[in-house]
């Protein structure tokens, strides 16, 4: 009998131990397999379907899914007291009936907006009644609609105007477990906003966004917008292999005013030091076709049923 009580206990520990485990390894299983995926080719659903309906709204997030994007694409704000919504600009006329920034407002106030009769004005040949009266969406009602059956790729929005954003972010991302099960990437202009991330939690894969145009001060020479790296045209392997340090890819423009910015070798020497590249917001499907051409890794769009149908 006592032979039998002592041989029960380590195996009881060890299938507890077992579950956990198999449980640690599920999760990291779905995390490699959605880093193994970036290397592939990414539909990003910019803000949704927005061509076809109101930037982020759920009648734009609903469309896209439904069309089986890789990735909802939507900017993270801070409301006044402390929620986190979707939505674009730093201020709400553009995509609102309401006026002021963003973040002076609380989420009832914000809630109570019409965030989707603009579309109809702006767009009357795909204006829809349905669209009147659109709400901002809180993170949690996009999560608690498409829970695990969807990709994220969250960008802190204006980090400067939302304090405490990075925080919140994965405190959320947590408490829905988006990150061991590989559902989401975060993107940002913001070096340190993307750094305060990865200190936060270092299994979120982290975009580090770009910008490249003119420098103004060096007629001919390119500048990106926040000086995380130098221009394409002098750009080294050191360069992208520091943004490697803590991110897993890089999200950048390819023309300003209708002139490219970054050429095939670019693409290539990023992908060559280990940062998948996704090319933001294509619309024009010669212009899907030439950058798919180029082996990039991803294009953000505001018309994913285009992109879908050239890569099917």
């Known amino acids: 009998m006592k032979y039998h009580v002592t041989l029960a206990l380590p195996l009881s520990l060890f299938a507890g131990a077992l579950i956990v485990s198999q449980t640690a390894q599920a999760g990291t299983s779905a995390l490699s397999q959605q880093l193994k995926d970036l290397e592939s080719f990414q539909v990003i659903a910019h803000r949704g379907a927005s061509g076809h309906a109101p930037e982020s709204s759920m009648a734009a997030l609903e469309l896209a899914h439904?069309?089986?994007?890789?990735?909802?694409?939507?900017?993270?704000?801070?409301?006044a007291d402390g929620e986190l919504v979707a939505f674009h600009d730093d201020t709400l006329e553009r995509t609102?009936?309401?006026?002021?920034?963003?973040?002076?407002?609380?989420?009832?106030?914000?809630?109570?907006?019409?965030?989707?009769?603009?579309?109809?004005?702006?767009?009357?040949?795909?204006?829809?009644?349905?669209?009147?009266?659109?709400?901002?969406?809180?993170?949690?009602?996009?999560?608690?609609?498409?829970?695990?059956?969807?990709?994220?790729?969250?960008?802190?929005?204006?980090?400067?105007?939302?304090?405490?954003?990075?925080?919140?972010?994965?405190?959320?991302l947590e408490a829905f477990d988006m990150i061991e099960?590989?559902?989401?990437?975060?993107?940002?202009?913001?070096?340190?906003?993307?750094?305060?991330?990865h200190?936060?939690?270092?299994?979120?894969?982290?975009?580090?966004?770009?910008?490249?145009?003119?420098?103004?001060?060096?007629?001919?020479?390119?500048?990106?917008?926040?000086?995380?790296?130098?221009?394409?045209d002098e750009i080294t392997d050191a360069d992208f292999q520091a943004v490697a340090d803590y991110a897993v890819g890089l999200g950048?423009?390819?023309?300003?005013?209708?002139?490219?910015v970054i050429g095939e070798a670019f693409v290539q020497q990023a992908q060559d030091n280990g940062l998948a590249v996704h090319v933001y917001t294509v619309n024009d499907i010669d212009e899907m076709q030439h950058l798919i051409g180029w082996g990039v890794n991803g294009l953000f769009?505001?018309?994913?049923?285009?992109?879908?149908?050239l890569t099917e």
Not at 252 to 260: A, I, K, Q, S
């Open 66 to 79: 439904g069309w089986g994007v890789d990735y909802l694409e939507l900017d993270i704000q801070m409301t």
């Open 96 to 172: 609102s009936n309401g006026e002021g920034h963003i973040n002076d407002h609380t989420l009832a106030e914000l809630k109570a907006l019409d965030a989707g009769s603009w579309f109809n004005e702006e767009n009357p040949e795909l204006a829809d009644e349905a669209f009147e009266g659109a709400q901002i969406l809180t993170l949690e009602e996009v999560f608690d609609r498409f829970g695990q059956d969807a990709r994220y790729y969250l960008e802190t929005k204006s980090p400067e105007l939302n304090p405490g954003v990075e925080e919140g972010l994965v405190r959320r």
């Open 181 to 197: 099960t590989g559902r989401v990437l975060i993107q940002s202009f913001d070096q340190e906003s993307l750094l305060k991330i």
């Open 199 to 232: 200190e936060l939690n270092a299994d979120i894969p982290l975009i580090q966004l770009v910008w490249y145009s003119p420098d103004a001060e060096n007629d001919g020479r390119l500048t990106e917008w926040t000086g995380v790296t130098p221009s394409p």
């Open 252 to 260: 950048t423009n390819y023309l300003f005013d209708d002139e490219p």
């Open 301 to 309: 769009t505001d018309y994913a049923d285009r992109l879908i149908e």
